[in-house]
């Protein structure tokens, strides 16, 4: 046997048992630990706003017309110039 095959059977057995073993692993850690304690990524957050914001525009409930409706009033006090 050359140096290698015996590499490419080294990488053979940790794909077939490495892989499936780490999968097995992170759905177990997923599963015992509570959503509460999970870590969330940016990019959750981010696609949660962001379907918040287009269920806002695409199905508008009685709250958000009113607030549409309703004209936002400036004082003096908050104007810029």
Do not use: F, W
Request: glycine share 8%; aromatic share 2%.
């Amino acid at each position: 046997m050359t140096s290698l095959q015996v590499l490419g059977i080294c990488v053979g057995v940790v794909l077939i048992v490495g892989v499936p073993a780490m999968m097995i692993y992170a759905a177990v850690d997923h599963y015992r630990t509570p959503a509460s304690k999970r870590r969330s990524n940016g990019a959750t957050t981010g696609v949660v706003g962001a379907m918040v914001e287009l269920d806002r525009i695409t199905r508008p409930s009685v709250e958000h017309t009113i607030e549409a409706q309703t004209p936002i009033i400036r004082h003096e006090d908050e104007s810029s110039d």
